[in-house]
């Protein structure tokens, strides 16, 4: 069954909408985790338009699941990781101007830049995993420069049009979970899933993390952060990947 990594940014988002104190995110956290959640995920972005140094330092310190940090290839936010120590780095692209990430990264086209990344947060004990598209190159890339996983950017398939655009991102998705096994990389799946459109990609054999943001933290609003997160679980268990038996 794959595990549930929820994204906290966007409580954050609330927050500096006001640039208060509230809501906490590190509080969601702890609300994500009695709810199910065996991964907590966020993003330092280098604009600090949602989580903040603050925010990363007491996560660490608080959170008792899997900690995952979603970070670009910038010189700076690596160092802050390597003394920060999360469970795991998650390599994405940042753009300033983009509302969220926007695709995966191009590990082929930046490959010397990410490869350095990758040494340092390794060297640091950190589990590295590159956020891509599930395309053949960029696997084999995240493979040839040691990553440890790969996210598969999910985006494809939560905002493909009609039955025959859907059912390619899904064979993409599919296509791209055998490679990334095939090349020893584990393969999480993350970007643009919600508790409509989740089950299809669920039932996917080969995740063994979903990273779920901005739909989780919608639903919190109207439920609470652990319902949010137990529904989601509910959802992941039901659609989850029936167990083969040998
Ligand atoms: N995984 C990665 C690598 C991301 O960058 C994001 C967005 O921050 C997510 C998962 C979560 O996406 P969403 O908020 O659309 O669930």
Known sequence: MAHLGVNIDHVATVRQARRTDEPDPVWA???????GAECITFHLREDRRHV???????????????????????KEVVDIAVDLKPTQATLVPERREE????????????????EVAVARLKEAGIVVSAFIEPLPEQIEASADVGFDAIELWTGGYAHAKGESETEAALMRLTMGIKAG??????VHGGHGLTYRNVS???CLHGFSEFNIGHSIVSRSVFVGMREAVREMKALLVRHGPRESVS
Request: glycine share 10%.
């Open 181 to 186: 096994h095939a090349r020893g990389l584990e």
């Open 99 to 114: 509302l969220t990430t926007e695709g995966g990264l191009d590990v082929v086209g930046l490959k010397d830049r990410v």
């Open 52 to 74: 903040n140094d603050r925010d990363a330092r007491v996560l660490k310190e608080t959170t008792s699941v899997k900690l995952n940090m979603e970070m670009a290839i910038a």
């Open 29 to 35: 956290a702890a609300e994500a985790e009695l709810g």
């Open 200 to 202: 299809r990609v669920a």
